[in-house]
C-alpha cells in the first residue's frame, strides 16, 4: 500500500494528494469498494435540473419578430415609400428587400444552430451563396462608378455621407436589437465557435437591420444601395466579430 500511495502521488498537487489521502484511509479502515463511499450518486442526481432543448425555429422567430417590429417602427417613425404604400411596389424594392431577408434569414439560421453543436450534424452553410448573391449589390455600384462616367455627378451625390447617414444609423439601430436578442438566446446554448457565430449574428442583425429600414427607403438605385446598405452590413458584421464572442464565451 506504501508504494502504490507513492506511485499515485507523484506529479500530484498538494489538493490532489490530501483528496487521495483521504480515500486510502477511508479504503483502510471501511469495507466496500475503494471510493465508492465517498460519492454521493444520489446527492449528485438530485441537483440535476431538465434543460429545455433548444430549437433554432423559435431563435429565427425570435429574430424575425424583433426586426418586424423594427420595421413597424420606421413605418410609423419615418413614413412608408410611397410605391409600398400604394401596393405597387417597385422592382428594386422587392429585390434588394429579398435578398436582405434572405441574407439575414440563412446568416441567422447558421449563428442560432451553432448554439446547439452536434456530431455528424449538417452543417448551415446556405448562408454563403445568399451571401454571393447579395454582393451583385456592391459590385454593381463599382461597376457604375467605373463603367459610366456619365453618372459621377449623380454617384457623388449618392456618396455624400449626409445623404446617406440615416440608412446607417437605422439600420444599426435596429441591428442591435435584432443582434441583442439573437445573442441572449444563444447564451442558454454553448457555442463552440464563438468567433464564427459572432461574424455570423453580425452579419445577420445587419441583414436584417437593413431590411427592416429598407421599407422607408424610397432610393432605388443601385449606386445607393450598394454603398450605403453594404456599409451598414459590413459595420454590424465588424462589431458582432468584436463584441457577440465575449458575450458567449462559457
Partial sequence: MPARRHRLRSGMSRTAQHELDLIMQHDASTPGKPGVDLLD???LAGELVPVRRLRVREGLAIA????????LAIGFGLGVRGDVA??????MFIARSATLLGLGTAAAAAALSSASPSIGG???TFWTWTLAI???FPLGAIGVWIGDFRSLDDARRFLDPQYGMQCLRMSALCAAFIGTAMTVWMKRGAPVSPNRSGWLVGLASGSLGAAAYSISCSENVVMYIGTWYTLAIAGCAIAGRLIVPRVLRW
Avoid: F, K, Q
Avoid at 64 to 71: F, T
Avoid at 86 to 91: D, E, I, M, T
Fill in 41 to 43: 450518486i444520489d446527492r
Fill in 86 to 91: 400604394n401596393g405597387v411596389p417597385h422592382w
Fill in 122 to 124: 449538417a452543417r448551415r
Fill in 134 to 136: 447579395a454582393s451583385v
Fill in 64 to 71: 424575425l419578430a424583433m426586426m418586424a417590429i423594427c420595421g
